[in-house]
């Protein structure tokens, strides 16, 4: 069985305004999985909407593999091993590959950084309190990870700005004000060799290969030096391609999701003032609000699965080769795992949300630096003697991968 409804998650007018939360409400009441169409250079695709369901198909990666690819798009065979980066990779050459760069990425290892985030975070805070009003993407919610990130890359601060444009133009593929080409038109076949089909990730990869062919060699502790010197344990070293993709990956796995997760937080708190003070009162709930700002966000809506074989799944018929789409979004909304889905709860306990996955080998990589963050900026911010209202409207991202918001003018009240 599956859903006959004329909804299609491909439809970017659904996701103008956010989420479309009461379309995946719908979806998620009604038996089997749902089929979208999608024209080039996508196709159509099913849709796991309900939370258990997602997480069999995270964790069967033999019926379910990400070898072909985790956004809509179909990549064209003779493409993919020039596009594949970890996300993309099954079996031991991800184990091997995630093995090589989990080590800076593990609780005790992002830990060291506290001092550094602290600092970081203090400094993005004084210039945005200071203006008294301004756009909180801006001064705030891309300021900050972008910041991190340069200093796990070895970069200068002086490069954030063009690490952000960079995330901007690729992750908002599907936004005319942040595509230099739209991924459905026809321009784009120009760039189908590349991620996104953004003319900016050949940028990224001209400035990744200058940074490798300085520290080659010269024994750095830097995530570039990691990805141009080390072997993972599999004994193959990674191809130009895969430095390429995986450095691009690091660029916007780095910086988009902790930024919206950020924006989405504030704008919760500032929506549930009851919420906030909680927060206020006692920050040291702040560890553990930061799983329901994530929950709530839902930064990344979706990833895509393909099925490799034949096979009945929650009472639909799917054929080798079609696209499995797992809707992170829709599984933080699930009733049957979380009791009043749509309450923002600080406070609640359990919460075994899915903004980072769950479950399976592609669980985030950076989920721990993105947990930190998330802290180290709302115990300062919250600890403040100042608070903020919205200044004007939310201005989301046209896009159905990533619930980005752009734009959020807030005042110092």
Not at 191 to 199: A, D, G, T
Not at 214 to 229: F, P, Q, V
Request: net charge negative.
């Amino acid at each position: 069985m599956s859903t006959t409804t004329d909804l299609s998650l491909a439809d970017l007018d659904l996701f103008a305004k956010g989420a479309p939360w009461g379309v995946l409400d719908e979806l998620r009441a009604t038996p089997g999985l749902h089929y979208s169409t999608e024209e080039a250079p996508s196709s159509g695709f099913w849709s796991a909407t309900r939370y258990q369901d997602i997480v069999r198909i995270l964790r069967d990666t033999e019926t379910f593999t990400s070898t072909k690819f985790t956004n809509l798009e179909e990549v064209e065979p003779a493409m993919q091993d020039q596009r594949r980066s970890l996300l993309e990779t099954d079996g031991l050459r991800h184990r091997a590959l995630r093995r090589m760069l989990q080590g800076e990425f593990t609780p005790q290892a992002v830990a060291k950084y506290e001092t550094f985030l602290r600092g970081i975070t203090a400094k993005t805070l004084d210039a945005a309190l200071a203006k008294k009003e301004f756009d909180f993407v801006d001064e705030v919610s891309a300021d900050f990870p972008i910041r991190v990130l340069a200093r796990l890359l070895g970069v200068p601060d002086s490069d954030t700005g063009q690490l952000i444009e960079w995330g901007n133009r690729m992750v908002g593929n599907t936004d005319p004000e942040h595509a230099d080409v739209l991924i459905g038109s026809a321009d784009s076949d120009e760039y189908k060799h590349v991620p996104f089909r953004s003319p900016a990730a050949i940028e990224v990869y001209e400035y990744g290969k200058h940074l490798a062919a300085e520290r080659r060699g010269r024994g750095g502790t830097d995530l570039i030096t990691l990805l141009a010197d080390g072997v993972p344990s599999d004994g193959q070293q990674l191809s130009e391609h895969e430095f390429n993709t995986n450095f691009l990956l690091l660029v916007v796995a780095g910086n988009e999701t902790t930024r919206h997760t950020i924006t989405h937080s504030m704008n919760n708190l500032l929506n549930n003032p009851e919420q906030l003070e909680i927060l206020r009162n006692d920050p040291s709930l702040i560890p553990w609000a930061v799983e329901e700002f994530l929950r709530y966000a839902s930064p990344v809506y979706h990833f895509r699965r393909t099925a490799t074989k034949d096979v009945e799944f929650s009472g639909t018929q799917i054929t080798e080769g079609e696209k499995v789409v797992v809707w992170f979004a829709s599984g933080n909304r699930d009733s049957a795992v979380f009791d009043e889905p749509y309450r923002f709860d600080v406070t609640r306990n359990p919460n075994e949300h899915m903004s980072f996955g769950r479950g399976g080998p592609h669980m985030c990589l950076g989920n721990a630096l993105a947990r930190i963050e998330l802290r180290i900026m709302f115990e300062d911010l919250l600890t403040r003697d100042v608070s903020l209202e919205h200044a004007g409207d939310l201005d989301y991202l046209r896009s159905n991968f990533v619930h980005g918001i752009k734009r959020m003018p807030v005042r110092v009240v």
